[in-house]
């Protein structure tokens, strides 16, 4: 499948002004049920692929592209037209590009010259501050570049980082990140929140923070972990966020704390202020350590107040219940099914690559999935769990038609030649095509040299 077809040009549409084909189809493919825009007049028959062993809700089809865009989409027992162009994918499976909704953009790719001395999160924390310095205009914009240039090669087609949001850092970083979000237009959809502690918003400074966020479309955000005033300082974000119509997006009981409530209060106070933005809450580690009965109160909370949850499986994983020479007990890794049989919206994402979050990772939205199925054994059945990556966190982003496949939509997708998820998770997938307005993109990732010179230093401008 790697060998692309001849009348399939490739290129990084649309922003190079690439012409697509007018027409083509592609054949005998597979795609995730949960994935398929069903709001559409169209009706597909649902083959019966569900059964053992692979317990997989996929659908035989073929697909038609038009002028970018997805034209049809019928059973594969149904012929195509004859004289179509056709690309027989031979049972591969195709899904929607990938939508990444958690990610630390300014800190990507420190790792090689600011590591973790011990693996910790308290160590993070302190590399992190020492690496700020370093953080000049032109090295940020070389290492955010390079983080979304992999993670576009990967078929990611919108992401959301979290800023480190105080004093001139944080005005830079938002600068650069305006700057990146212009020249990726077309390609990546970017947003960004700012990342501050919660004490901040009982500041003189809270309020510039929540102006320069309006300034750039970006969202509020925070850290939320037991502190004094902590409910106090929650109120006083939602009240700055209400004011300047701006939506939420924070980071919550990162932690094996059992007294760790955080997500808790942001629903209790979603409520109280009836408030009309959006909500989401990233990591919620908490919640794998505390009594059912809490669990089962928090989640009833949390699905009446309309939030939705981001779990951060890879630095989660990483990062919680480490101690030297031991192994820890617990995965850190929130409670997905709880959360998903609750009615919450809940997406998986990347967070830190590279960096002394996490030491590892590629931007690749995959990766995430096949290891969010592992550590939270999603998989018997797989059900809606590939919505996690696509169409999930799209809604999160306010991206109506991103992270699914439908009549009408822009053919942005990711081919494989794993013919089922069992086939998909088993092998790395290096050989995937990405579709960008049905233009095959080249898929070249930038090489780690290209940072030799800003991370020692030298050429940082």
């Not at 390079?146 to 949001?165: E, I, M, N, P």
């Amino acid at each position: 499948m790697t060998r692309l077809p001849d009348f399939l040009p490739t290129g990084s549409p649309p922003a190079d002004g690439l012409s697509t084909p007018d027409r083509y189809w592609l054949t005998h493919i597979r795609i995730p049920l949960c994935c398929l825009d069903r709001s559409v007049s169209w009706k597909i028959p649902i083959p019966s692929l569900a059964v053992p062993p692979w317990r997989e809700e996929l659908v035989a089809a073929h697909l038609e592209v038009r002028q970018g865009q997805i034209g049809a989409i019928i059973p594969a027992s149904q012929p195509v037209p004859e004289e179509a162009l056709t690309w027989d994918l031979r049972q591969g499976l195709v899904w929607p590009c990938f939508v990444d909704s958690h990610t630390h953009l300014d800190k990507a790719h420190i790792w090689p010259r600011q590591a973790n001395p011990d693996g910790t999160f308290g160590a993070a924390i302190t590399a992190v501050r020492q690496d700020y310095p370093r953080w000049s205009a032109a090295e940020l914009q070389q290492r955010m570049d390079f983080a979304l240039r992999c993670s576009y090669a990967h078929g990611t087609q919108a992401l959301r980082t979290h800023l480190d949001s105080l004093g001139p850092q944080g005005e830079l970083s938002w600068a650069v990140l305006d700057d990146l979000r212009r020249q990726w237009a077309g390609r990546l959809t970017l947003q960004a929140v700012a990342l501050v502690g919660m004490e901040v918003y009982e500041t003189p400074i809270a309020a510039e923070l929540a102006d320069r966020v309006a300034q750039y479309g970006g969202l509020l955000g925070g850290v939320l972990y037991p502190q004094p005033r902590l409910r106090e300082r929650i109120d006083a974000a939602f009240r700055l966020a209400q004011e300047r119509g701006l939506d939420l997006d924070v980071h919550v009981d990162e932690s094996l704390d059992p007294e760790a409530k955080g997500l808790r209060w942001m629903a209790e106070a979603k409520l109280r202020h009836n408030f009309s933005g959006q909500v989401t809450c990233g990591h919620a580690c908490s919640l794998s350590v505390q009594p059912e009965d809490q669990v089962a109160q928090t989640l009833a909370l949390v699905k009446q107040a309309d939030m939705a949850v981001i779990s951060l499986p890879l630095c989660n994983a990483y990062l919680q219940d480490r101690q030297a020479g031991r192994m820890p007990r617990y995965r850190g890794v929130t409670l997905l099914p709880e959360l998903a049989q609750a009615g919450v919206p809940v997406a998986l994402a990347s967070d830190n690559c590279r960096d002394p979050f996490f030491a590892y990772g590629d931007h690749d939205m995959l990766e995430v999935f096949n290891q969010g199925v592992r550590l939270g054994q999603l998989d018997a059945p797989f059900g809606t769990w590939p919505q996690a990556v696509t169409t999930t966190p799209a809604r999160i982003l306010g991206l109506p038609q991103g992270g699914q496949i439908g009549v009408g939509q822009a053919a942005d997708l990711v081919l494989f030649k794993a013919r089922s998820l069992n086939e998909l998770l088993s092998r790395p997938q290096s050989d995937r095509v990405v579709l960008r307005h049905g233009v095959a993109i080249d898929r070249t990732l930038p090489d780690y040299a290209e940072l030799d010179e800003v991370l020692s230093g030298r050429g940082m401008g």
